[in-house]
């Protein structure tokens, strides 16, 4: 049974459609609010925006968290903005061109109309944090400050310092003890959601574990909010927290949600190199880096392996001898352009043989030239604490030397699949930030994530959760003594025994290490469909391997990382096969996904618009079924489709 | 009692700022009065007895004293607010955190020493002249001699004369000038006073304070100690 | 390097501790602390031992969630980083090295490494932010705020609440963690609105959930990772005080 997906996007024109959808759906009264419960699945930019505002209109909001703080959602790891259509620089920007360049720099496979509202409401989160004391950077004036980010002519990146998603977080959180001090939201950290309960085709609580005594919880609600990341961390390396986890997400898809272009990942390419097989993660070096430093590997062969041998430093390569192939390849934005783009641009480089450490996977990120320009002082307020954690990773000061850096798993696109309203196609629950699919198309551009979990929380849902849930209004209290809340909670139990019960050889990590091999080599920066069959046959052998073999030690009903991690690592082995099949059914190569059959002559990432513009939606069928595939047709009716040029 | 001097932790801070502040003014007055002792017996005995038991005195005695016991029990009382906060499994290994000060950590053992070194000033002093008047006599033994109330300067004479008593003394200086160099600063940092430009130089005046101080007192104790030891060579 | 750790094992809150010895061989200058722990656990899960558990996130620092005292250091050796941000390079091949968990009454251990920092939520929730409702707020430019003081602002705001202020202080007062947030808020013109009453209820509830007083040692800015100044507790009795004289 395919879905029937009803996008819900509003009639009229582009800039009319969010005030007029809004005047269209229906509101709940402030009594009747009271009677309502949201279970709130995360506490980053989106969960935190999302729980705190619906507290703030009255409805009974639970939040859960897996960290023992919602402060501690990986937003707080952002570090170089957030954009906003403000034009306080005065250069012409605009909520069209904000949602232009989103549009664009997803490769035009995210949806119009839920661009242009992401965009049309850029402006109020500004407003809104420095409302809540975000102290983001300004100017002598006293007016707020803003740089560069890539894929953008133009300055609207609001930023606090290298942290402003700890900042941004901070303010949710704050808004949010506001109203667990008030009373209308209550807080359960160190919860991990493992289920989610559905009864007649609508969501009507989840089941969790209380990861400090490991007992499991039922939760019921009249509607159920995923607002739990992405998850990038089926690649086991990437630039995610080690808790990060897709697993909120996968459960919504088992019980029946629509998951949306799982293969569309963003590698970003600013990154520390990995430096050895005893690493478990990848560190970020913020993209505003790119606002200064240029990046460049060395053109002649012979100086790459003097490199490599450490016979020169990379300061003794003259001028003339460094190629800066973004600036070079891309001479509008050079070293600017999108994400992918680079990315792609440090793998082609390193592929030809160019990489300049030991592995050969890693270009330069230099700051010789702005320091020539700015002076060393001005370098060090903007960069100073990158700089200092570069060098307290690597043992390179940046100031000396340039930083290696190479691409790495960040973010991820794809996610649950939601409608205008950000509901998925189960009645009742929502998705909103990374978790879903809708905003960034095949490629997000930086400083683009905490605008979209911040307007996915503090201003769509709170307005569009209410439509469903004015038909709530007589509904009782959600019993969670059901039949279906006794299945869920079944399931689970028996999941965690079967796990606890084989008491194999292989830790949980081991066979984590290895999905991430297999994932990064064959689903990673460049796939084919080789490489996609192969993933898919591998990832299906090692999950055998891993309901066979693995080692999960401790007491279920207690305080049990290796159990988390366990139960978190059986749904990448799914998700991974899922993210290889949708990978393998876009024969094109958009945004972030790069199919090496369908490439321009340049080397370019090539579109097929007449077969593939289309949300790719997933909808589960059993761990070793094939999923059924539903297509929802992406018009774009405002814009107009073109190869992206980064050139001129 | 519901007041934040006693019931909230930056209140009492506070307390303990006020009263130390207002110690440390009376011992740089202290001080400044000993050292006339070096110069002359005759302007030390006029301070002397202007400090007697008359109602001024005795009232600035009462008050002193109900500092030092609000002081120290309110250090006390801190101190073991702060014990039980410390939890009861304590760090098996602890190492000095860089830049923090030995005395800042170690404030009531010094307090304690200097509470000691009080009492036996008071007993070696302040025993043999207010209390004297007060009880109503005018000279009390001293060493097998009689020594008036009002004659402090024979008194320190005879004090610093004995090598203990200068050891002991100097012990105790030593103590407070620890205690200082914490407290004089701490004071302005608690009663809210206090930034990064300023901390240089507060801790600079804290550090001249109580240098001065432990010069100035030192001083008499030494020269004392010395004229009584070696009168025929000075 | 090899390295010998001596590790704070509790089987959870109720429980007593104690400290177990345990090596580890072949780790690399480049690893991370945490890295290494991550290595000494995949051993013992091979073993079928229960691995030690620690709280950690992010890996950057940035999150707040990695807490260890190491050779009696909050965040080990060297200033201004989080555990995550130690690198083995830091050690001597051959050191022993005692790794325990936060210790103040107000962060119970819940299993090893891993204490309770819920107090710190606590007195969050009793005041520290502003409260404006989502949407009803001015233009972000409305009102301009001298860059240095909004730089300042961002100095207190850096706080990761990580709790090593509390764990470091011989007294276990939480000062420096309430006054970076009483102080980030207070000098900017959107939190000045309701500075004193935060300031009241933060430090009331700071008390109440039974941290220590402050005796201005400094050692909570020594160990304090993002290198927050007491400069920030000096407000705060600032702002305190001055609230409590008005009342």
């Given at each position: 049974?395919?879905?029937?997906?009803?996008?819900?996007?509003?009639?009229?024109?582009?800039?009319?459609?969010?005030?007029?959808?809004?005047?269209?759906?229906?509101?709940?009264?402030?009594?009747?609010?009271?009677?309502?419960?949201?279970?709130?699945?995360?506490?980053?930019l989106?969960?935190g925006a999302?729980?705190a505002?619906?507290?703030?209109?009255?409805?009974?909001?639970?939040?859960?968290?897996?960290?023992?703080s919602p402060r501690r959602?990986?937003s707080i790891a952002a570090q170089g903005g957030i954009?906003a259509?403000k034009?306080y620089?005065?250069?012409?920007?605009?909520?069209?061109?904000?949602?232009?360049?989103?549009?664009?720099?997803?490769?035009?496979?995210?949806?119009?109309?839920?661009?242009?509202?992401?965009?049309?409401?850029?402006?109020?989160i500004i407003d809104q944090c420095v409302a809540q004391g975000v102290p983001f950077a300004r100017e002598y004036g006293g007016l707020l400050a803003n740089r560069?980010?890539?894929?953008?002519?133009?300055?609207?990146t609001f930023y606090a310092r290298g942290q402003t998603g700890q900042q941004l977080l901070l303010g949710a959180y704050a808004a949010l003890n506001k109203?667990?001090?008030?009373?209308?939201?209550?807080?359960?950290?160190?919860?991990?959601?493992?289920?989610?309960?559905?009864?007649?085709?609508?969501?009507?609580?989840?089941?969790?574990?209380?990861?400090?005594?490991?007992?499991?919880?039922?939760?019921?609600?009249?509607?159920?909010?995923?607002?739990?990341?992405?998850?990038?961390?089926?690649?086991?390396?990437?630039?995610?927290?080690?808790?990060?986890?897709?697993?909120?997400?996968?459960?919504?898809?088992?019980?029946?949600?629509?998951?949306?272009?799982?293969?569309?990942?963003?590698?970003?390419?600013?990154?520390?190199?990995?430096?050895?097989?005893?690493?478990?993660?990848?560190?970020?070096?913020s993209?505003s880096?790119?606002?200064?430093?240029?990046?460049?590997?060395?053109?002649?062969?012979?100086?790459?392996?003097?490199?490599?041998?450490?016979?020169?430093?990379?300061?003794?390569?003259?001028?003339?001898?460094?190629?800066?192939?973004?600036?070079?390849?891309?001479?509008?934005?050079?070293?600017?352009?999108?994400?992918?783009?680079?990315?792609?641009?440090?793998?082609?480089?390193?592929?030809?043989?160019?990489?300049?450490?030991?592995?050969?996977?890693?270009?330069?990120?230099?700051?010789?030239?702005?320091?020539?320009?700015?002076?060393?002082?001005i370098?060090k307020q903007r960069y100073g604490n990158l700089?200092d954690?570069?060098?307290?990773?690597?043992?390179?000061?940046?100031?000396?030397?340039?930083?290696?850096?190479?691409?790495?798993?960040?973010?991820?696109?794809?996610?649950?699949?939601?409608?205008?309203?950000?509901?998925?196609?189960?009645?009742?629950?929502?998705?909103?930030?990374?978790?879903?699919?809708?905003?960034?198309?095949?490629?997000?551009?930086?400083a683009?994530?905490l605008?979209?979990?911040l307007?996915?929380?503090y201003?769509?849902?709170?307005?569009?959760?209410?439509?469903?849930?004015?038909?709530?209004?007589?509904?009782?209290?959600?019993?969670?003594?059901?039949?279906?809340?006794?299945?869920?909670?079944?399931?689970?139990?028996?999941?965690?025994?079967?796990?606890?019960?084989?008491?194999?050889?292989?830790?949980?990590?081991?066979?984590?290490?290895?999905?991430?091999?297999?994932?990064?080599?064959?689903?990673?920066?460049?796939?084919?469909?080789?490489?996609?069959?192969?993933?898919?046959?591998?990832?299906?052998?090692?999950?055998?391997?891993?309901?066979?073999?693995?080692?999960?030690?401790?007491?279920?009903?207690?305080?049990?990382?290796?159990?988390?991690?366990?139960?978190?690592?059986?749904?990448?082995?799914?998700?991974?096969?899922?993210?290889?099949?949708?990978?393998?059914?876009?024969?094109?190569?958009?945004?972030?996904?790069?199919?090496?059959?369908?490439?321009?002559?340049?080397?370019?990432?090539?579109?097929?618009?007449?077969?593939?513009?289309?949300?790719?939606?997933?909808?589960?069928?059993?761990?070793?079924?094939?999923?059924?595939?539903?297509?929802?047709?992406?018009?774009?009716?405002?814009?107009?489709?073109?190869?992206?040029?980064?050139?001129? | 009692?519901?007041?934040?001097?006693?019931?909230?932790?930056v209140?009492?801070?506070?307390?303990?700022?006020?009263?130390?502040?207002?110690?440390?003014?009376?011992?740089?007055?202290?001080?400044?009065?000993?050292?006339?002792?070096?110069?002359?017996?005759?302007?030390?005995?006029?301070?002397?007895?202007?400090?007697?038991?008359?109602?001024?005195?005795?009232?600035?005695?009462?008050?002193?004293?109900?500092?030092?016991?609000?002081?120290?029990?309110?250090?006390?009382?801190?101190?073991?607010?702060?014990?039980?906060?410390?939890?009861?499994?304590?760090?098996?290994?602890?190492?000095?955190?860089?830049?923090?000060?030995?005395?800042?950590?170690?404030?009531?053992?010094?307090?304690?020493?200097?509470?000691?070194?009080?009492?036996?000033?008071?007993?070696?002093?302040?025993?043999?002249?207010?209390?004297?008047?007060?009880?109503?006599?005018?000279?009390?033994?001293?060493?097998?001699?009689?020594?008036?109330?009002?004659?402090?300067?024979?008194?320190?004479?005879?004090?610093?004369?004995?090598?203990?008593?200068?050891?002991?003394?100097?012990?105790?200086?030593?103590?407070?000038?620890?205690?200082?160099?914490?407290?004089?600063?701490?004071?302005?940092q608690?009663?809210g006073w206090a930034n990064d430009t300023w901390y240089?130089?507060?801790?600079?005046?804290?550090?001249?304070?109580?240098?001065?101080?432990?010069?100035?007192?030192?001083?008499?104790?030494?020269?004392?100690?010395?004229?009584?030891?070696?009168?025929?060579?000075? | 390097?090899?390295?010998?750790?001596?590790?704070?094992?509790?089987?959870?809150?109720?429980?007593?501790?104690?400290?177990?010895?345990?090596?580890?061989?072949?780790?690399?200058?480049?690893?991370?602390?945490?890295?290494?722990?991550?290595?000494?656990?995949?051993?013992?899960?091979?073993?079928?031992?229960?691995?030690?558990?620690?709280?950690?996130?992010?890996?950057?620092g940035i999150c707040g969630?990695?807490?260890?005292?190491?050779?009696?250091?909050?965040?080990?050796?060297?200033?201004a980083?989080?555990?995550?941000?130690?690198?083995?390079?830091?050690?001597?091949?051959?050191?022993?090295?005692?790794?325990?968990?936060?210790?103040?009454?107000?962060?119970?251990?819940?299993?090893?490494?891993?204490?309770?920092?819920?107090?710190y939520d606590?007195i969050l929730q009793a005041g520290g932010y502003v409260s404006v409702r989502t949407?009803?707020v001015p233009d972000a430019n409305a009102i301009p705020i001298p860059k240095a003081d909004a730089d300042e602002s961002m100095d207190a705001a850096a706080c990761i609440g990580c709790?090593a202020c509390?764990?470091?202080?011989?007294?276990?007062?939480a000062m420096l963690f309430v006054a970076a947030r009483v102080s980030s808020l207070a000098k900017l013109p959107q939190g000045r609105v309701e500075g004193a009453r935060r300031a009241k209820a933060m430090v009331?509830k700071m008390?109440?959930?039974?941290?220590?007083?402050c005796?201005?040692?400094g050692?909570c800015q020594?160990?304090c990772p993002k290198g927050i100044s007491i400069a920030h507790i000096a407000r705060l009795n600032r702002e305190f005080l001055a609230a409590?004289?008005?009342?």
């Amino acid at each position: 049974m395919a879905f029937k997906l009803d996008a819900k996007i509003p009639a009229g024109a582009l800039a009319d459609k969010w005030s007029n959808h809004k005047a269209a759906i229906k509101v709940v009264s402030p009594a009747n609010k009271r009677k309502l419960d949201i279970i709130v699945i995360g506490t980053g930019l989106g969960g935190g925006a999302a729980a705190a505002s619906l507290g703030e209109l009255g409805y009974n909001v639970k939040v859960f968290c897996i960290q023992d703080s919602p402060r501690r959602a990986h937003s707080i790891a952002a570090q170089g903005g957030i954009n906003a259509a403000k034009n306080y620089q005065n250069d012409n920007d605009s909520v069209y061109r904000l949602f232009y360049d989103t549009i664009k720099g997803g490769d035009y496979r995210a949806r119009e109309a839920n661009v242009y509202r992401l965009a049309e409401v850029s402006n109020l989160i500004i407003d809104q944090c420095v409302a809540q004391g975000v102290p983001f950077a300004r100017e002598y004036g006293g007016l707020l400050a803003n740089r560069s980010f890539g894929g953008a002519q133009v300055s609207r990146t609001f930023y606090a310092r290298g942290q402003t998603g700890q900042q941004l977080l901070l303010g949710a959180y704050a808004a949010l003890n506001k109203e667990i001090a008030a009373g209308t939201v209550k807080s359960y950290p160190r919860h991990e959601m493992l289920d989610v309960v559905v009864e007649n085709g609508e969501a009507k609580g989840i089941i969790a574990r209380n990861l400090v005594t490991g007992e499991i919880e039922r939760h019921g609600a009249h509607a159920v909010v995923i607002a739990s990341g992405g998850y990038g961390n089926v690649f086991f390396l990437s630039t995610n927290a080690m808790g990060s986890n897709g697993s909120a997400a996968f459960q919504c898809y088992r019980k029946g949600a629509g998951f949306a272009n799982p293969c569309f990942t963003q590698i970003h390419p600013t990154c520390i190199p990995v430096h050895g097989t005893q690493q478990s993660k990848l560190t970020l070096m913020s993209e505003s880096l790119r606002n200064d430093g240029r990046i460049w590997v060395p053109k002649k062969i012979e100086d790459v392996k003097a490199l490599r041998a450490g016979k020169i430093k990379p300061s003794d390569i003259k001028e003339e001898d460094r190629d800066y192939y973004l600036e070079r390849r891309y001479p509008a934005f050079g070293n600017l352009v999108p994400r992918d783009v680079a990315s792609r641009a440090a793998k082609e480089r390193c592929d030809a043989g160019f990489g300049v450490n030991e592995t050969g996977l890693a270009v330069f990120l230099d700051f010789k030239t702005a320091i020539e320009r700015l002076g060393e002082d001005i370098i060090k307020q903007r960069y100073g604490n990158l700089f200092d954690m570069y060098e307290e990773i690597t043992d390179v000061s940046p100031y000396k030397e340039p930083m290696q850096i190479f691409p790495a798993v960040h973010y991820t696109m794809g996610g649950i699949w939601v409608d205008y309203n950000l509901m998925t196609t189960i009645p009742g629950l929502y998705a909103i930030g990374e978790a879903n699919f809708s905003d960034h198309g095949a490629n997000r551009l930086g400083a683009s994530a905490l605008m979209q979990g911040l307007a996915d929380g503090y201003f769509v849902l709170p307005y569009t959760i209410g439509d469903y849930l004015s038909k709530k209004i007589q509904a009782p209290k959600v019993d969670v003594n059901t039949p279906a809340f006794d299945e869920a909670e079944k399931a689970v139990k028996d999941k965690i025994a079967k796990l606890m019960s084989i008491n194999g050889k292989q830790s949980v990590d081991d066979i984590h290490k290895k999905l991430g091999h297999i994932m990064w080599e064959n689903v990673g920066m460049a796939r084919t469909e080789q490489s996609l069959k192969t993933a898919i046959t591998e990832i299906q052998a090692l999950r055998k391997e891993f309901w066979k073999d693995v080692k999960v030690v401790g007491d279920p009903m207690s305080f049990n990382v290796e159990l988390e991690k366990a139960l978190r690592l059986a749904d990448y082995l799914e998700l991974g096969e899922l993210m290889a099949r949708d990978a393998l059914n876009r024969a094109e190569s958009c945004g972030g996904h790069f199919r090496s059959e369908h490439q321009t002559e340049e080397g370019e990432a090539l579109r097929h618009d007449e077969e593939f513009a289309y949300a790719a939606v997933w909808e589960y069928k059993g761990m070793d079924q094939e999923p059924e595939l539903t297509k929802e047709m992406l018009d774009y009716e405002f814009t107009h489709r073109a190869q992206r040029n980064y050139k001129d | 009692m519901n007041c934040f001097l006693y019931n909230s932790s930056v209140g009492k801070k506070l307390v303990m700022s006020i009263s130390g502040c207002a110690l440390v003014l009376f011992i740089l007055f202290h001080m400044s009065m000993n050292l006339a002792a070096i110069f002359s017996a005759e302007a030390y005995n006029m301070i002397c007895e202007l400090l007697g038991a008359n109602w001024y005195a005795l009232v600035g005695t009462a008050g002193l004293a109900a500092l030092v016991v609000v002081h120290f029990a309110y250090a006390l009382l801190l101190t073991i607010n702060n014990y039980r906060a410390r939890g009861k499994q304590r760090y098996a290994v602890e190492t000095k955190e860089p830049g923090v000060s030995w005395a800042s950590k170690n404030m009531l053992v010094l307090g304690v020493i200097v509470l000691g070194g009080l009492l036996l000033h008071l007993s070696h002093f302040w025993a043999k002249m207010q209390l004297v008047e007060i009880l109503g006599g005018h000279e009390s033994e001293v060493g097998g001699q009689m020594i008036a109330a009002t004659d402090g300067a024979a008194l320190i004479q005879y004090t610093f004369s004995q090598w203990y008593n200068v050891v002991l003394y100097l012990v105790w200086f030593a103590a407070l000038w620890f205690h200082l160099t914490h407290g004089v600063w701490s004071m302005f940092q608690t009663a809210g006073w206090a930034n990064d430009t300023w901390y240089p130089r507060l801790k600079c005046i804290a550090q001249l304070v109580s240098t001065i101080i432990f010069l100035g007192f030192a001083a008499v104790v030494v020269v004392f100690f010395v004229k009584a030891n070696c009168g025929c060579c000075c | 390097m090899n390295f010998t750790l001596k590790i704070w094992r509790q089987k959870d809150a109720k429980s007593k501790g104690a400290f177990e010895t345990y090596k580890v061989t072949d780790i690399s200058a480049d690893t991370s602390f945490l890295e290494m722990l991550d290595i000494l656990n995949n051993n013992l899960v091979h073993e079928g031992k229960d691995p030690v558990a620690f709280d950690h996130d992010c890996r950057e620092g940035i999150c707040g969630m990695c807490s260890l005292h190491i050779n009696g250091l909050a965040h080990g050796p060297g200033q201004a980083a989080t555990t995550c941000q130690i690198y083995m390079r830091k050690f001597k091949d051959g050191d022993t090295i005692t790794i325990e968990p936060w210790r103040s009454a107000a962060f119970p251990v819940i299993k090893d490494l891993v204490v309770n920092r819920g107090a710190y939520d606590q007195i969050l929730q009793a005041g520290g932010y502003v409260s404006v409702r989502t949407n009803s707020v001015p233009d972000a430019n409305a009102i301009p705020i001298p860059k240095a003081d909004a730089d300042e602002s961002m100095d207190a705001a850096a706080c990761i609440g990580c709790g090593a202020c509390a764990a470091t202080c011989k007294n276990g007062s939480a000062m420096l963690f309430v006054a970076a947030r009483v102080s980030s808020l207070a000098k900017l013109p959107q939190g000045r609105v309701e500075g004193a009453r935060r300031a009241k209820a933060m430090v009331a509830k700071m008390d109440e959930l039974g941290f220590g007083n402050c005796t201005n040692t400094g050692a909570c800015q020594a160990e304090c990772p993002k290198g927050i100044s007491i400069a920030h507790i000096a407000r705060l009795n600032r702002e305190f005080l001055a609230a409590k004289l008005q009342d």
